[in-house]
């Protein structure tokens, strides 16, 4: 399990020429995240900041505006199983007709917006330009609804992960950034280590729904017990739900009793 940002499960655990030394090591990761903070703190004052949408002030230390917030288009109504929007209409109705009749293995799903312009770009941004300060932002936008509206919190976070041969040409993987702040302002644990994404696969958006669900089919593998109940995976989008389905249905098979999805934003087609 990985609680922490890159590399620092290793600098705890490893310190000259391999020796443990971890109480050392712990000071110096004390040390280093106390000037991270305060460097934070001191750039906020010098350098406010700026939407990344229009380039306007941000709203409450968000690279994001409060006139591009209003922009985005919330998944206000929306179905409890795959966060497919639903009519305002239907405000009884917990559950899409997809999901009556074929129910993926999550078994809640929650959606920020709509994977409408602007949220679109950001992530984009993100995943295709590099822009990895956009993950800090989307994560935050996600934290103040999940924790008015998702009820009981997970146990564990669990971020979709990429297969090793996506990471090295991407750099890094979106879903694990977009999920630090949630963990880290909600204060759930993340796994970063059990799952792996072990088969090398199409990228998903070029697919139709059905050759998503074939081409996802056996991607995951579990290398670690899951010691939970209750588990939440995070991603960035959500479009047939295909992904984050398989992945619960392996997650599931070490004995987790729930599966929940949050996704930055769910995607129509």
């Known amino acids: 399990m990985n609680l922490g940002g890159p590399g620092e499960s290793r600098l705890a655990f490893e310190f000259h020429c391999g020796q443990s030394y971890p109480i050392i090591a712990a000071c110096q990761l004390m040390i280093i995240k106390t000037v991270n903070n305060w460097l934070n703190s001191m750039l906020f004052r010098v350098i406010p900041p700026l939407c990344a949408v229009c380039g306007a002030p941000g709203h409450e230390k968000l690279d994001i505006c409060i006139a591009c917030i209003a922009e985005l288009i919330r998944n206000s109504h929306a179905c409890q199983r795959c966060a497919l929007p639903m009519e305002a209409a239907q405000s009884d109705i917990t559950l899409c007709g997809h999901c009556l009749r ?118 995951f593998t579990i290398s670690a017990d899951i010691s939970a109940e209750h588990v939440v995976i995070v991603d960035d989008v959500m479009t047939t739900g295909n992904t984050v389905s398989e992945l619960a249905r392996t997650i599931k098979k070490t004995g987790v009793h729930r599966v929940d999805v949050w996704v930055c934003a769910r995607a129509l087609t």
């Open 102 to 219: 074929q129910p993926p293995h999550y078994d809640f799903s929650y959606a920020f917006a709509l994977y409408e312009p602007p949220l679109d770009r950001l992530i984009q941004q993100l995943k295709f330009n590099n822009k990895l300060s956009y993950a800090q932002l989307l994560g935050s936008l996600m934290v103040t609804d999940i924790a008015r509206n998702n009820g009981e919190p997970p146990e564990l976070i669990i971020p979709v992960p990429l297969h090793p041969q996506r990471l090295r040409q991407r750099g890094f993987n979106q879903a694990l950034e977009i999920a630090r702040p949630i963990a880290k302002q909600l204060a759930i644990p993340m796994d970063t280590n059990s799952c792996q994404r072990t088969k090398a696969t199409t990228e998903q958006s070029s697919l139709s729904a059905q050759q998503r669900a074939d081409n996802i089919k056996g991607a």
